[in-house]
Nanobody, 121 residues
Framework: QVQLVESGGGLVQAGGSLRLSCAASGRIFSINYMGWYRQGPANQRDLVATITSGGTTNYADSVKGRFAISRDNANNTVYLQMNSLKPEDTAVYFC???????????????WGQGTQVTVSS
């Protein structure tokens, strides 16, 4: 099993910044990609940003130019630097990892417990 632990959420004023972290631990053989998703009042979980083991990134249009995802492969940790935050960024942010636990296992999706980000106007 793989466990993901997120940290760094909180309350910030519009225009401010936050940095989220997500550390993966457990029986990890490889992590194909890691990413951040968010779930707002509509209860839909939407992609924010992903990053592959090779460093290829992908962003939702709504966060391009404001958010930056990065990854520390040696420590199985992914970060999300969020700048110029807006009230509409308010959501629970979830970390996701697509990983294998041994050389023969298929890939599985693992999710963190979520961290609340609230942006006040």
């Amino acid at each position: 099993q793989v466990q993901l632990v997120e940290s760094g959420g909180g309350l910030v004023q519009a225009g401010g910044s936050l940095r989220l972290s997500c550390a993966a631990s457990g029986r990890i053989f490889s992590i194909n990609y890691m990413g951040w998703y968010r779930q707002g009042p509509a209860n839909q979980r939407d992609l924010v940003a992903t990053i592959t083991s090779g460093g290829t990134t992908n962003y939702a249009d709504s966060v391009k130019g404001r958010f930056a995802i990065s990854r520390d492969n040696a420590n199985n940790t992914v970060y999300l630097q969020m700048n110029s935050l807006k009230p509409e960024d308010t959501a629970v942010y979830f970390c996701k990892a697509v990983a294998t636990t041994n050389a023969r296992s298929p890939t599985y999706q693992y999710w963190g417990q979520g961290t609340q980000v609230t942006v006040s106007s």
